[in-house]
C-alpha cells in the first residue's frame, strides 16, 4: 500500500521556524507524476490546505501562510518538504502530507495520506 511518513514537527516559539518531511514509498505511480499538498487540522477549524505542488511544478499556497511557508519537493528522494517561517501560534495544527494523481476538473483528488506530524507555536 501506499506509504506516506511526515516527519519534522515539533514545539516552537512564535517567530520561529520548523522544516517539515514527507517521505513517500510503494506508491502506485512514479513519485514525479503525484501533485503533493501539506493539509493542516486544528481541533478549533476544519481542515485546511496549507500548500500544493502539482506535478508540473505549479505551487498554491493558503493566504493565511503566504511569505511565510515555502514548499517543495526532491523527485529523486520521493520527498516533500515544507519550509515554515515566521510560526504564529495559529499555525498550530496536525500537519498532514497527502498525494494526488487525478484531476476533478477543480481540485486534485487526495487518496493517499500520511498520519501526521504535530507542529505547536506557542506565544
Known amino acids: 500500500q501506499v506509504r506516506l511518513v511526515e516527519s519534522g514537527g515539533g514545539s516552537v516559539q512564535a517567530g520561529g521556524s520548523l522544516k517539515l518531511s514527507c517521505a513517500a514509498s510503494a506508491l502506485d505511480a512514479p513519485y514525479k507524476l503525484y501533485t503533493m499538498a501539506w493539509f493542516r487540522r486544528h481541533p478549533e477549524k476544519e481542515r485546511e490546505a496549507v500548500a500544493e505542488i502539482e506535478y508540473e511544478g505549479e505551487i498554491t499556497y493558503a493566504d493565511s501562510v503566504q511569505g511565510r511557508f515555502s514548499i517543495s519537493r526532491d523527485n529523486g528522494k520521493n520527498t516533500l518538504y515544507l519550509q515554515m517561517n515566521s510560526l504564529k501560534p495559529e499555525d498550530t495544527g496536525m500537519y498532514y502530507c497527502?498525494?494526488?494523481?487525478?484531476?476533478?476538473?477543480?481540485?486534485?483528488?487526495?487518496?493517499?495520506w500520511g498520519r501526521g506530524t504535530q507542529v505547536t507555536v506557542s506565544s
Open positions: 497527502a498525494a494526488a494523481l487525478q484531476w476533478d476538473g477543480n481540485h486534485w483528488l487526495y487518496r493517499d
